[in-house]
């Protein structure tokens, strides 16, 4: 079981390994693609990083679904509920018969059902235009706050960008003053990460501009003074 984009660091899981050692040993690799789906898909390039269509980090990797178990998760990209299981007829028929929380819960809003289609039918329209532009944003605010001098963990340019900035004292301290800036980030203090690992964890949407990714850099720069102090 793995996640395919894990959510602190952006980092990918090294699917082709996994299931190679899968197919060895005739295992089934779990896959959730919560984070994944709808932003990475298939044909990645050094210019369009994310890939295309938003279809999941399998095909991100240009792989199948052999030896796989794939959930997608459709509150992250689409803004919804509810995910889905890309599986063998055998194995839907296992999960219907075995899997509890499947037996207990309830329908989907239908709300949440309409905004789902409409985003798919927004990424048929304007997706790979919107990952483009996500992706842009994304590597200008890392190489913004790495010429800063900040450590900041992300090795793929996937949106999820975390921040070194000292202990979780430091890290309340500053994320209080980024929210004073009109700035909101998730606080990821021990025991969310390891002690001495405590980051800032910074989304960056497709609906963000140039200027608020600036405007996030200025204030990160700000907060460089005030701890060197």
Known sequence: MVDGVYS????????????????KYNALVYIDDAHGFGVVGEDPTDDFSLGRKGNGI?????????????????????SSLAAFVACSKEMKTFIEAFATPY???GPCPTASLATLLSGLELNE????????????????AINGL??????VLNKTGFPIISVFVGDTE???????????????????????????????????????????VDKLIEVFSKIKILLLD
């Open 103 to 105: 037996d207990l819960s």
């Open 125 to 140: 329209k304007t997706g790979d235009e919107n990952r483009k532009k996500l992706s842009d944003l994304t590597l200008r």
């Open 146 to 151: 790495r010429g800063l001098g900040y450590k």
């Open 8 to 23: 602190m660091t952006g980092d990918y899981a090294n699917l082709p390994e996994l299931v190679k050692l899968a197919k």
């Open 170 to 212: 430091k890290l309340i301290k500053t994320a209080n003053i980024l929210f004073n800036e009109g700035i909101l980030v998730t606080v990821a203090p021990y025991p969310m990460m390891k002690k001495g690992e405590e980051v800032h964890r910074i989304t960056i949407t497709s609906a963000n501009t140039e200027e608020e």
């Open 58 to 78: 399998v095909k991100y990797f240009g792989m199948e679904y052999d030896n796989i178990i794939y959930v997608g998760g459709c509150s992250k990209a689409y």
